[in-house]
């Protein structure tokens, strides 16, 4: 199985650090548990420090992301 990198751009980080601070100041427990927000906020620090991510960490910010267009829908 190859699993090739993605190397983020400016618009991509801008996003994750949106969802980071969704994650870290709007979500609560009844959305999404405590422990995958602290997964999820640690994979961004570290895809933030590399400057990629990889095929199964695009999934997860995928369906993450996904939540968060779901919220803003709903919250504006």
Not at 31 to 48: A, F, M, S
């Amino acid at each position: 199985m190859w699993n090739n990198a993605t190397f983020v751009d400016k618009e991509q980080l801008k996003n994750l650090k949106k969802i980071d601070t969704w994650l870290a100041v709007y979500v609560t427990e009844d959305l999404i548990p405590p422990e995958i927000i602290k997964e999820v906020r640690d994979l961004i620090t570290r895809i933030e420090k590399q400057g990629y991510y990889y095929e199964g960490e695009a999934e997860i910010l995928n369906m993450i992301g996904k939540e968060y267009n779901q919220y803003k829908k709903q919250n504006r």
